[in-house]
T-cell receptor
């Protein structure tokens, strides 16, 4: 199984809502990532978890809160988002952090109204 | 962040021709590079990688060339097919994280 799954595929939320994005992999990977991608732009790294511990936070606003409940799951909790947060949110995993191929999920298309 | 850029934002090629997508990187300490393909509505898909101790690596119909002297990376696709139409990103690994280039949109003309 070389698949990273993400749910939901699409999400529309208001600025006062609280929602969560979910990501799952069963490849035994120990590093997991959240990226944000705006239209026609490259993915931008948000967070990195290595061995279930937050390793990198790329100065992401606190309205985005990551969580890694176990080695297979990665969540991104959303609260009080702004319309400019609308984007494709990609999850990825790799064998370890560093010089390893990253496997990406299909992404969650988020729209903040 | 690091500067990883592509020379051409769009590229159109005839089906059956070879495609070359270029990428410039700025950090000479980068030691691992990946090319990704991203189709519309999908996440990036790994194509091929190369480490800094190599200057060429071949896969199925794809070749990556690395020129460390001028900090340049290229992806060559042989006999380009309609299914190759996508956005292609290069990514460099520095300090345990990847930085993505701006992307090149490849369109294959039947």
């Amino acid at each position: 199984d070389t698949e990273v799954t993400q749910t939901p595929k699409h999400l529309v939320m208001g600025m006062t809502n609280k929602k969560s994005l979910k990501c799952e992999q069963h490849m035994g990977h120990r590093a997991m990532y959240w990226y944000k991608q705006k239209a026609k732009k490259p993915p931008e790294l948000m967070f990195v978890y290595s061995y279930e511990k937050l390793s990198i936070n790329e100065s992401v606003p606190s309205r985005f809160s990551p969580e890694c409940p176990n080695s297979s799951l990665l969540n991104l909790h959303l609260h009080a988002l702004q319309p400019e947060d609308s984007a494709l949110y990609l999850c990825a995993s790799s064998q370890g952090q560093g010089e390893y191929e990253q496997y990406f999920g299909p992404g969650t298309r988020l729209t903040v109204t | 962040g690091e500067s990883v850029g592509l020379h051409l934002p769009t590229l159109s090629v005839q089906e059956g021709d070879n495609s070359i997508i270029n990428c410039a990187y700025s950090n000479s300490a980068s030691d691992y590079f990946i090319w990704y393909k991203q189709e519309s509505g999908k996440g990036p898909q790994f194509i091929i990688d190369i480490r800094s101790n190599m200057d060429k690596r071949q896969g199925q119909r794809v070749t990556v060339l690395l020129n460390k002297t001028v900090k340049h990376l290229s992806l060559q696709i042989a006999a380009t097919q309609p299914g190759d139409s996508a956005v292609y990103f290069c990514a460099e690994n520095t300090g345990n994280q990847f930085y993505f280039g701006t992307g090149t949109s490849l369109t294959v003309i039947p």
